[in-house]
């Protein structure tokens, strides 16, 4: 036998330079058989780039990687997948303008007389997305479907690939809620009785200690440790990830919120939009963060949408310090001073060819008016402070936002709108897809910026982070309102209200 | 009911295509009876044939996210070039394929440079164009006779159509409806076809899914190459002539035609059969005004820049509405 471990692949010494950047530093890493093994660490540790040396996207500087036993140089992603190596990606690369069938089986599709035989195609699409108890029409394009089902269908497609050995997964839960991400874990654990070793990358410690054997955590580029899932205590995990004692986590204290019987900073009576979100009232008091929380597609986003203009509400009122907003719109609502950090960063946020100097001025510029012209040095100025003040960690003002990590670009996002000093700031998801370090200081700085009297709505999908940060907590349920908790709130409470349990 | 909803959503673009084409024609057999008769509409697809044929290249090529500026002057390049093998004595058969191996040639040279280099598509193609014109005149710089019996048995031998009596259509129109009828096929039931479509959406993620994005690249543009050198040839035999100067911006017209058709220029939407109405009505416009006789014929361009317009306006509710579901 070649490989007694039963060892599907082994990574010795590998390093990878990128300009500027050690990306990886001899790193070593084994995949066995039939296990899941978690890959962790925080943004910029080097996870990404070692699952790219894995799967041929990028070469190794240096280093060796045995699969099966026999040393192997992975040319290319084609060449991944025929040996058996396949990847599901944080984002869903898939195709969104083709139908859900194309996306499982192109490539791979049956064919009669030199043509794809749809028939046969939709029919065994249907059966491989029944195979994972999911049950809809493979014929419309993936674009009509939820981000869950596209992932799904992602995970789907990487099992259709003949004869899967590895198969990783890069973060493929980030976006989907509770019962999704179990019907995941469910389709990982039925494929590693099968053989197959999966690797696991995520931010969700909870998940790691739920469905991982083994833990290889990563820092800076380096191998911190390889660990059996059952003896590594979570407090030893996180600091192994973060370099630095859990001190800083534990003495965050959101400092006390007495609701001084002023008048809200805003207030929403009966506000809604058809078929978005249900009329609902809502106040946010200066110095005040209140938390929105409910399950993913239960209306958390649409409420800032409304709220920030993008939709325009079909009902009810909005007024923000006793102003009534006529004119629904981002930039009326900029005007009077409120923030919204959108959900997805990427899509709707960050400009990845500008420096973060130009990105953090962006908002700052539009609400002076384009004719008002910010000096270079004005400008400097502003995005020094901000660099300081949240951490961003950079050489300068002028590296391109691109280059940052996750973590940073998101900083960089919210140092956009507190330059133009809003009184409201609205955070959809701040922390998503970013590491626990950076997590935290996010977090703090919410918890700061409303003691320094800045009103902030927290929007997230997970509870302990909602808690933390949050005096009150509105709970959303199939677009809808369902209740608002303040005082001393568990996490067994918000969830029953989330699961409508009575 | 939800049925015949998701059908016009899916197929807004291009049944509003049809539906102005049917229109145009209905105002201008109104206006000119004599434009009702069946000649007058298979006059487009002979008075087209070349447009119809650099059409479908580019459709593929923009539904792909790219795009082909040389195809004008490819045209050009090969009727000239033609031209004057021809009157070296050279076989007509053997002129025809080595036009056509040129036209593979120049685009997937083009493809490489694009891919491989990843210089903008824009950018390659507008050389491609700048050689392809510069090398037409290099070869005559006036225009060049053909004198050859297989071109004259091409230009000249019309084919009858059955139940109609005295409609007719040439050889070289034939060429554009085959070639229309294999994209078709190739588009939307091919592995190749639909690899089209996702490089259109997001090469990356093509890339990502083990598609042969490379390969499919190299092979759109080589078959870009290959319509504008048969469009070449088809002009010449219709022409029986070559000339530098021929299809002077004809890439424009193609564009246009495609966009009207309902393919979106950022890629991965779009039918071969749009382009096809996209093609005929700007050949119907350009008939309204033969008729008229007053008009001058730049009214064709106006007409079609302001139907271009309106189409891309119509395209971006489509997925303005579609976004909003």
């Known amino acids: ?82 040996i058996g190596i396949s990847t599901v990606y944080q984002e869903v690369n898939l195709c969104s303008n083709i139908s859900v069938a194309e996306n499982l089986l192109l490539g791979r599709e049956p064919r009669k007389l030199g043509c794809i ?139 006390e919120f007495v609701v001084n019987h002023k008048k809200a900073l805003l207030e929403a009576k009966e506000l809604g939009r058809s078929g978005e979100v249900e009329p609902f009232d809502l106040e946010l008091h200066a110095g005040e963060v209140v938390g929105l929380a409910g399950l993913l597609g239960s209306g958390r986003t649409e409420v800032a949408k ?40 990427k899509a709707s946020g960050i400009v990845g060819d500008l420096t973060i100097r130009e990105n953090i001025i962006l908002a700052m510029q539009a609400r002076l008016g384009w004719l008002k012209f910010l000096s270079k040095q004005k400008q400097y100025e502003v995005a020094e402070k901000y660099i ?85 907590v509105v709970v959303m349920r199939d677009h809808e309102k369902v209740t608002e908790l303040s005082g001393e709130v568990s996490e067994r409470e918000i969830m029953q209200a989330m699961a409508g349990g009575e | 009911m939800h049925k015949i909803k998701t059908f016009l959503l899916k197929n807004g673009p291009l049944l509003a295509t049809i539906a102005i084409f049917i229109l145009v024609y209905a105002i201008g057999g109104q206006l000119y009876p004599a434009m009702k008769k069946p000649q007058v509409f298979l006059n487009l697809f002979i008075n087209n044939a070349s447009l119809l044929i650099i059409s479908i290249g580019m459709t593929v090529v923009v539904i792909m996210g790219g795009i082909d500026l040389s195809v004008g002057a490819m045209i050009a390049l090969s009727s000239v070039a033609s031209a004057a093998l021809l009157q070296n004595n050279l076989n007509p058969i053997l002129v025809m394929v080595l036009m056509l191996l040129m036209g593979i040639g120049l685009g997937f040279v083009m493809g490489c440079i694009i891919h491989y280099l990843k210089v903008e598509a824009f950018v390659v193609t507008l050389m491609g164009q700048f050689f392809a014109r510069g090398m037409a005149y290099v070869i005559n710089e006036s225009s060049v006779t053909i004198k050859n019996e297989f071109y004259n048995f091409l230009a000249l031998t019309k084919i009858h159509l059955p139940y109609f009596e005295k409609a007719y259509v040439y050889i070289p129109t034939l060429a554009g409806i085959v070639l229309l009828i294999f994209t078709f096929i190739l588009l939307t039931s091919t592995r190749f076809g639909r690899t089209v479509y996702a490089i259109g959406n997001n090469e990356q993620s093509a890339l990502l899914m083990g598609l042969p994005v490379a390969r499919t690249k190299l092979i759109v543009y080589s078959f870009s190459g290959f319509c504008s050198a048969l469009a070449g040839i088809v002009f010449s035999v219709s022409l029986l002539s070559g000339y530098g100067g021929y299809a002077q911006s004809m890439e424009m017209d193609a564009i246009a035609s495609v966009v009207i058709g309902g393919t ?62």
């Open chain 1, 1 to 82: 036998m070649s490989n007694p471990n039963n060892e599907i692949i082994r990574l010795e010494g590998i390093s990878k330079n990128f300009p500027g950047v050690q990306a990886l530093h001899k790193v070593d890493f084994c995949l066995r058989k039939g296990e899941i093994h978690a890959l962790v660490g925080e943004n910029g540790a080097g996870k990404s780039t070692l699952i790219k040396v894995m799967t041929g996207v990028e070469r190794c500087d240096e280093g060796q990687i045995f699969y099966d036993g026999k040393e192997t140089v992975i040319r290319s992603p084609l060449h991944a997948q025929n």
């Open chain 1, 117 to 255: 035989d749809w028939k046969a195609m939709n029919k065994r699409a249907k059966a491989i997305m029944q195979d994972l108890d999911v049950d809809i029409d493979v014929t419309q394009p993936l674009g009509s479907f939820s981000t869950a089902i596209q992932q799904i269908a992602a995970i789907a497609r990487a099992l259709e690939i003949s004869s899967v050995k590895i198969l990783i997964l890069d973060e493929p839960t980030s976006s989907l809620d509770a019962h999704e991400s179990d019907l995941i874990f469910k389709v990982m654990r039925k494929l590693c009785t099968s053989g197959v070793g999966i690797i696991f990358i995520t931010h969700f410690i909870k998940q790691v200690y739920e469905v991982s054997d083994r833990i290889t955590v990563l820092r800076n580029g380096k191998l911190v440790a390889t660990h059996e899932t059952n003896s590594l205590p979570t407090i030893q995990l996180i600091s192994e990830m973060i370099g630095r004692s859990l001190a800083e986590y534990d003495e965050m204290k959101k400092s």
């Open chain 1, 306 to 345: 409304v709220l920030f203009g993008i939709d325009e509400p079909d009902s009810g009122s909005l007024s923000v310090d006793d102003q009534m907003i006529k004119k629904h719109s981002p930039f009326e609502m900029i005007m009077h001073g409120v923030a919204l950090c959108p959900e997805d960063r």
């Open chain 1, 388 to 472: 300081k003040m949240l951490n961003i960690a950079t050489p300068s003002p002028d590296q391109l936002v691109k280059n940052l990590s996750g973590g940073n670009q998101q900083k960089v996002i919210l140092a956009r709108w507190l330059a133009t000093d809003p009184k409201l700031l609205l955070l959809d998801e701040p922390t998503r897809g970013i590491d626990v370090g950076a997590k935290a200081e996010i977090q703090k700085m919410v918890i700061n910026l409303a003691a320094e009297g800045m009103g902030c709505m927290f929007i997230s999908s997970e509870l302990e982070e909602v808690l933390r940060t949050s005096h009150r």
């Open chain 2, 264 to 325: 979106a220029l950022t890629g991965g939407t779009g039918t071969v059969l749009g382009t096809l109405f996209g093609v005929m009505i700007n050949g119907i416009i350009v008939s309204i005004l033969q008729f008229n006789g007053t008009l001058t014929s730049w009214w064709t361009r106006i007409g079609v820049g302001v139907l271009t317009l309106i189409f891309i306006g119509i395209q971006s509710l489509f997925y303005v509405g579609k976004k909003e579901k």
